[in-house]
């Protein structure tokens, strides 16, 4: 059974920087698209940046330059730094699979940037 679960969320100051960590298991990272989306109240959920399972990367607009995703297929974990955090980017960080092993979602983690 597939398993997809976020750590690494907190409350930190504008400017502050925070990583976040998607940990999978039941099934082999490096075949799959990994993605992290997130949520803020009253709004829709978004994605923030994506990675295949070839290694390319891609991120929203918003994010670009400040955000790093990165994967290590050794111990099936997928990363998120985040640089210069802004108050805009307060949300539940939700990290996703998808790929042959199906369409999965982690619990979500907070983040909370204050001013």
């Known amino acids: 059974q597939v398993q997809v679960v976020e750590s690494g969320g907190g409350l930190v100051q504008a400017g502050g920087s925070l990583r976040l960590s998607c940990t999978a298991s039941?099934?082999?990272?490096?075949?799959?698209?990994m993605r992290w989306f997130r949520q803020a109240p009253g709004k829709l959920r978004e994605l923030v940046a994506g990675?295949?399972?070839?290694?390319?990367?891609d991120y929203r607009d918003s994010v670009k330059g400040r955000f790093t995703i990165s994967r290590d297929n050794t111990n099936n974990v997928v990363y998120l730094q985040m640089n210069n955090l802004k108050p805009d980017d307060t949300a539940v960080y939700y990290c996703?699979?998808?790929?042959?092993?199906?369409?999965?979602w982690g619990q979500g983690t907070q983040v909370t940037v204050s001013s």
């Open positions: 039941g099934t082999i990272l490096s075949i799959n698209a």
């Open positions: 990675i295949t399972g070839g290694g390319s990367t």
């Open positions: 996703n699979l998808l790929g042959p092993a199906g369409n999965y």
